[in-house]
């Protein structure tokens, strides 16, 4: 192996990236990481105001989500993922109080919608026929354009699912993102639909084993080495300046970017991303759960939107949480534990707690911004593209990542 190819960020584009080459043994494979940790986003780390190990946010997997879980098979981590036997989603109305349990059936026929038990209360089977006319929405149209976003099972359905999968107000969304999830998902099938969450947490669960593989595949990663720029010579990338250092590459080597859209723009020159994004809102609560709390409970008409229920932790996320960035934290912690106690009968004395904001979570799902994500191929012949912000065809999720980063091994591994 005398070519090298330089992987640029470590988070979930970027290992993926690796987790796909290494084992082709055709290059040396370098690692470069900005930050002291692998993982981007998708992170655990140890948290002194709680005291407890916690997630840099809560990302929910679907037993669909092909290329999440051959990434997690390739990292020796498939077992690492729980969740129910059967598609499950169970929901509280936070005002009514009332609950009820959507049971999809696992083939693609959705016998589900003819049953009042299994079906979302107060829907007629006729309802979910709106749901297709996403399937052949127009380019650049948005959800509102395309379904109407009113009545009770776009409130108690298509709202939150639609919400949670674009972080994005659901009428404001692109159509074309919103039928991707509905294609991969609802129109294959509650076998496409089980929810699946990281028990032990993502970094045990989709970071630390990757990186553990690549150091045994003989991947060299390399912490605390922001790439300061990119030369150009000609189509292709000619060198990489960490500052301090200077790597010149050889006529065989070649470049993944795997970085955020606002890192991307500022090292190639006229490169086209999405420029507004959507904050997300996760808060952590060192207390045990309940033991009737179903592992992922879905709230309607309250701040909250999603519980997690982890051992010795309840956590919740709240997407579109832009309102919420600059709210004072203490007055947020209690607002959100008001909720979550009155849901699930936990005491309401606040427990330790951790706030956890993140104002560029994803890029706006907008279908103005969506026209603005690029292909992973560029104009440089050795210079290849990665990230959930990419041209993957589905919303800035953890599929979406690793999709990214096999898409970009995939073309480097074509390289002459």
Not at 122 to 134: E, F, H, M, N, V
Not at 151 to 161: H, I, K, M, T
Not at 178 to 206: F, H, K, M, N, Q
Request: hydrophobic share 45%; charged share 20%; aromatic share 6%.
């Amino acid at each position: 192996m005398t070519a090298t190819v330089h992987i640029i960020g470590a988070g979930l584009g970027g290992l993926a990236a690796a987790v796909r080459l290494a084992p082709l043994k055709r290059h040396n494979i370098v690692v470069h990481e900005a930050t002291a940790f692998a993982g981007g986003r998708c992170r655990s780390y140890y948290d002194a105001a709680i005291g407890m190990t916690i997630d840099n946010g809560n990302h929910l997997l679907l037993s669909g989500n092909s290329a999440a879980l051959t990434y997690l098979r390739d990292i020796g981590a498939g077992q690492k993922l729980i969740g129910p036997q059967h598609a499950e989603f169970t929901f509280v109305d936070f005002h009514s109080g009332e609950r009820w349990t959507l049971k999809f059936n696992d083939g693609p026929l959705p016998f589900w919608i003819f049953d009042p038990r299994r079906r979302v209360p107060g829907t007629r089977p006729l309802d979910y026929l709106s749901l297709a006319r996403l399937l052949w929405a127009r380019e650049g149209a948005s959800v509102g354009d395309v379904i109407a976003c009113k009545g009770v099972l776009y409130r108690r359905l298509v709202e939150p699912l639609i919400l949670a999968a674009l972080n994005i107000d659901p009428p404001q969304g692109s159509a074309r993102l919103a039928a991707a999830i509905v294609r991969e998902t609802l129109a294959v099938g509650g076998r496409a639909c089980r929810p699946l969450i990281a028990r032990d947490g993502l970094g045990p669960t989709l970071i630390e084993p990757a990186l553990a593989f690549l150091k045994l595949q003989g991947v060299t990663l390399r912490l605390d080495h922001q790439l300061r720029a990119l030369a150009f010579a000609g189509d292709r990338v000619a060198s990489l300046d960490f500052g301090g250092e200077t790597i010149a590459l050889g006529a065989d080597d070649a470049v993944i970017l795997a970085v955020p859209p606002y890192a991307a723009a500022t090292l190639v020159s006229g490169l086209e991303v999405p420029r507004e994004f959507r904050a997300i809102v996760n808060a952590h609560f060192h207390i045990a759960p309940p033991p009737d709390l179903p592992p992922i409970l879905a709230v309607l008409n309250a701040t909250v939107q999603w519980i997690f229920n982890f051992p010795g932790r309840v956590s919740v996320t709240i997407s579109a949480g832009d309102r919420l960035i600059d709210s004072p934290r203490e007055d947020l912690a209690k607002t959100i534990w008001d909720e979550v106690s009155r849901v699930t009968g936990l005491p309401a004395a606040l427990p330790p707690w951790q706030i956890v904001r993140e104002r560029r979570a994803t890029f706006a799902a907008t279908p103005a911004q969506n026209g603005k994500r690029p292909r992973a191929a560029t104009n440089w012949r050795n210079l290849v593209l990665a990230g959930d912000w990419t041209d993957t065809g589905l919303p800035a999720t953890i599929e979406g990542a690793i999709r990214s980063g096999n898409r970009a091994a995939h073309i480097i591994a074509q390289l002459p």
